[in-house]
């Protein structure tokens, strides 16, 4: 019994591999009474407490996912050095930020599929080994062209490295998973602090290209995490958590989920409402982090495509505005936010729900942007208010995030998230659009737009037809 026991922990480790559970199955079948009760794997992962081994997760995972960060960090105060030096206009810089955003909505089409037929841990390593690669020979970018190509491939990796966020989804238990992912969200958070950090010691002295470079350095770090990058969950060993008496049966998968299993009856109208919030969501956040950087740039009370005079920025004669050691001082106050507003994200969605919270989020941020609109003027005023705009955008993200894949089966939850992420990142993809060339020419325009889309995407979530607090990972 002891020996069965014993292997019943290891088959914790395969519960992300049916396969590996017929298997087990099989091996267990002629020395087992077919008498003993059976149980699934989802009733495995709901009896294990949280323990070291997802500590262990939660960190691993962090790792990967500060990726993320550092690319969309570094987007925020590379531009301003680079349109200086290079003497972009104002098209010429948003599109490369376009370009970015562009690369991460194909990278989630495509790292979704290849996870469902490679396997997470092989698509994490390529993303990650693409990020580290091409992101340091960007510092060798010739030509603005060059620059462009090589952003957008950047960004078709950084969005491989969110293929940790399912599978730690997946380890946890119900009563867990808000805490998990939100927690996941803010150790992310640390690889923005630390680019915010670089980039004041080094633009100021070494240039934009050393800032490039010395970033692939974490990048390229991680990479020698991937051995220990799980396929499967060994909480139970790890955790010295007991298993449900009886033998573990694999789930029966009848086929493999379809785009079109998104908008069958019983997932339609969640799965609308759901990408709309995803698109909502991400195009607040990262505006919000685009336009952090912008609105210490401009004078926004005074007329449109006035830099400001003051100490937030320094001008080179040129048009543009290069950011000061205050203007980075700021920056990283705002970025604290997101470490800030996460545990109350947490608390909310456990007490209220992830639609309600999500609500709250989004509301908080239209709020601000309108207390933007009549025009703080203090610099520090505008801190204040771009601190909470950052932290419940974050919030709001983090949330949907954690919405779908307790949203849909496990057929169809990758296909289910993928199609999320790709349809946030076409909210990516406009954003500077609105963030940086429609603010150039009107700020309060641009402040009204983010309004709105916070509005229409509170009141979407609200109407959300499932709430999935506390929903049994099917």
């Known amino acids: 019994m002891l020996q069965h026991r014993s292997q019943e922990a290891e088959v914790i480790a395969t519960v992300m591999d049916q396969r590996m559970l017929k298997r087990y199955d099989e091996s267990i079948g002629e020395t087992e009474s077919t008498d003993a009760e059976e149980y699934t794997v989802e009733q495995v992962i709901e009896s294990l407490k949280w323990g070291r081994y997802h500590y262990f997760l939660l960190l691993l995972f962090g790792a990967f996912k500060a990726i993320d960060r550092l690319e969309i960090t570094l987007m925020t105060v590379l531009f301003p050095a680079v349109q200086c030096e290079?003497?972009?206009?104002?098209?010429?810089?948003?599109?490369?930020?376009?370009v970015v955003f562009t690369g991460m909505m194909f990278g989630a089409a495509f790292w979704g599929v290849t996870a469902d037929d490679f396997g997470r841990k092989p698509t994490i390593f390529i993303a990650t080994a693409l990020v580290a690669y091409v992101g340091f020979l960007t510092s060798f970018s010739p030509t603005l062209y060059w620059l462009f190509i090589?952003?957008?491939?950047?960004?078709i990796g950084v969005v491989g490295a969110i293929q940790v966020e399912v599978i730690l989804i997946e380890f946890v238990a119900a009563k867990y998973r808000a805490a998990a992912m939100i927690s996941l969200r803010a150790i992310e958070n640390i690889g923005g602090?630390?680019?915010v950090l670089l980039a004041w010691a080094v633009v100021p002295t070494l240039g934009w290209r050393y800032l490039i470079a010395f970033t692939a350095v974490p990048t390229t770090l991680f990479l020698l995490l991937w051995p220990v990058v799980p396929e499967s969950v060994r909480a139970a060993e790890?955790?010295?958590c007991s298993l449900p008496a009886g033998r573990l049966r694999a789930a029966v998968v009848e086929h493999r989920g379809r785009l079109g299993d998104l908008f069958h009856a019983e997932y339609r109208r969640s799965t609308i409402q759901m990408l709309f919030i995803f698109f909502a969501a991400t195009a607040t956040y990262y505006g919000a982090a685009l336009i952090t950087?912008?609105?210490f740039s401009v004078d926004y009370c005074a007329a449109p495509n006035v830099t400001s005079s003051s100490d937030a920025s320094s001008s080179d004669g040129c048009g543009c505005s290069s950011l000061s050691s205050s203007d980075y001082?700021?920056?990283?106050?705002?970025?604290?936010?997101?470490?800030?507003?996460?545990p109350i994200a947490i608390v909310l969605s456990d007490l209220i729900g992830r639609r309600r919270t999500l609500a709250i989020c989004q509301i908080v941020v239209a709020l601000s942007y309108l207390v933007l609109l009549t025009c703080v003027g203090?610099?520090?005023?505008?801190?204040?208010i771009l601190f909470v705009v950052?932290?419940?955008?974050?919030?709001?993200?983090?949330?949907?995030?954690?919405?779908?894949?307790?949203?849909?089966p496990t057929q169809i939850r990758a296909i289910g998230t993928s199609s999320g992420y790709f349809v946030g990142r076409i909210g990516a993809m406009i954003t500077p659009l609105i963030s940086q060339l429609l603010l150039r020419r009107s700020v309060h325009s641009a402040l009204l737009v983010y309004t709105l889309i916070c509005i229409v995407g509170a009141i979407t979530a609200l109407l959300l037809p499932i709430e999935t607090k506390g929903r049994r990972m099917e």
């Open 86 to 98: 290079w003497h972009l206009s104002g098209l010429q810089s948003t599109l490369l930020s376009v």
């Open 150 to 155: 090589l952003r957008f491939v950047v960004g």
């Open 193 to 195: 602090l630390f680019e």
């Open 238 to 240: 790890m955790n010295r």
């Open 293 to 295: 950087t912008e609105l």
């Open 329 to 342: 001082g700021r920056i990283l106050l705002t970025s604290l936010a997101e470490l800030a507003i996460l």
């Open 378 to 384: 203090s610099t520090w005023g505008v801190t204040v």
């Open 390 to 408: 950052r932290g419940f955008a974050m919030g709001s993200t983090a949330i949907i995030h954690l919405y779908a894949p307790e949203l849909f």
